[in-house]
């Protein structure tokens, strides 16, 4: 199970936490990241961890903007935000899958079989 919470509104040049609570990821090395959609267009990766080693994903549009972190004493995974613009602006899910699928190439949607239910993230003066 995933529940993310910290999504709001926040003026462009801002930062935001997103959390994601998870659980039930008994397996030794899992996997949890994010994805996003914005209004009118489709669903994009963020980023993911792994959860063995830190190995984590960016994508090259967001890689020095959002960080990913994992605390796995509180089983929660972070997103960390800065200089946010405009069309950051959608729906931001936690991800996660039980297998060792954040593997440093581009995340699909098909990999990860728990999602989140959204939260939303507007970037607005």
């Known amino acids: 199970q995933l529940v993310e919470s910290g999504g709001g509104l926040v003026q462009p040049g801002g930062s935001l936490r997103l959390s994601c609570a998870y659980s039930?990821?008994?397996?030794?090395?899992?996997?949890l990241g994010w994805f996003r959609q914005a209004p009118g267009k489709e669903r994009e990766a963020i980023t993911c961890m792994r959860s063995s080693d830190g190995l984590t994903y960016y994508g090259d549009a967001l890689k020095g903007r959002f960080t990913i972190s994992m605390d796995n004493a509180e089983n929660t995974v972070y997103l960390q935000m800065t200089s946010l613009k405009p069309e950051d602006t959608g729906v931001y899910y936690c991800v996660g899958d039980r297998l060792p699928v954040c593997d440093g190439d581009h995340p699909r949607e098909y990999h990860y079989e728990n999602w989140g239910q959204g939260t939303q993230v507007t970037v607005s003066s």
């Open positions: 039930g990821f008994t397996s030794d090395d899992y996997s």
